[in-house]
């Protein structure tokens, strides 16, 4: 149980155009889903928290109107990069809180952004 | 603000030998993960310690905690070149059960 899975895996888009990646637990409901970046040789840097029915909360430093993030179910967050820039290419890697398992998060297989 | 280092950064050990990896974290937390990640994957799930004083082990590999000192480490024994990962540990921002990310452990096990 507990699985997570994102789509699309990879993804190459142009500067300036905008890029969704979707999250979803497959076995089990979400109210709470967090989305994290990871550089080449970097660790894991939590972009945001997503709540179901409500908004996002976002990390200090991150931009909300550049990363779009919508939890419009149980089960679904997406995270859109807007007018994405070459910068904004990395591993992009999602979780779900399960609540009956003592909040533990579970992670996607990640979604690979690159931006030429 | 909630600060979690592991060293060493990098560890290139020969197989058949002993290592442990350590985990600091700056602030009260009782529940800190350790996981796996292979080049070009997510991470993978090792260990979750939830209480002061726990142990866990699976393989070569064993985990403790003691929250009193604010310090995981995971112990390898006898190492083969199939743990060749980056190890990440991962601890519990205490009341928000947000993950804040060691800065990982770049493990190369040589035949």
């Known amino acids: 149980g507990a699985v997570v899975s994102q789509h699309p895996s990879r993804v190459i888009c142009k500067s300036g155009t905008s890029v969704k990646i979707e999250c979803r637990s497959l076995?089990?409901?979400?109210?709470?889903m967090f989305w994290y970046r990871q550089f080449p040789k970097q660790s894991l840097m939590l972009m945001a928290t997503?709540?179901?029915?409500?908004?996002?909360?976002?990390e200090q430093g991150v931009e909300k109107d550049k990363f779009l993030i919508n939890h419009a179910s149980l089960t679904l967050s997406t995270l859109t990069v807007t007018s994405a820039h070459p910068e904004d290419s990395s591993f992009y890697i999602c979780?779900?809180?399960?609540?009956?398992?003592?909040?533990?998060?579970?992670f996607g297989p990640g979604t690979r952004l690159t931006v030429t | 603000e909630l600060k979690v280092e592991q060293n060493p950064l990098f560890l290139s050990m020969q197989e058949g030998k002993n290592y442990t990896i350590y985990c600091n974290y700056s602030?009260?937390?009782?529940?800190l993960y350790w996981y796996r990640q292979d080049p070009g994957k997510s991470l993978e799930s090792l260990f979750v310690?939830?209480?002061?004083?726990a142990v866990k082990q699976e393989g070569r590999l064993m985990a403790s905690l003691d929250t009193k000192a604010r310090l995981s480490t995971l112990h390898i024994t006898a190492a083969v070149h199939d743990l060749s990962a980056t190890y990440f540990c991962?601890?519990?921002?205490?009341?928000?059960?947000?993950?804040?990310f060691g800065t990982g452990t770049r493990l190369k096990v040589l035949a």
């Open positions: 310690l939830l209480s002061n004083g």
């Open positions: 991962a601890v519990d921002a205490s009341g928000t059960y947000k993950y804040i």
């Open positions: 076995d089990f409901q979400a109210t709470t």
């Open positions: 979780s779900a809180e399960q609540v009956s398992n003592s909040y533990e998060q579970y």
């Open positions: 602030t009260t937390s009782d529940r």
């Open positions: 997503s709540n179901e029915g409500s908004k996002a909360t976002y």
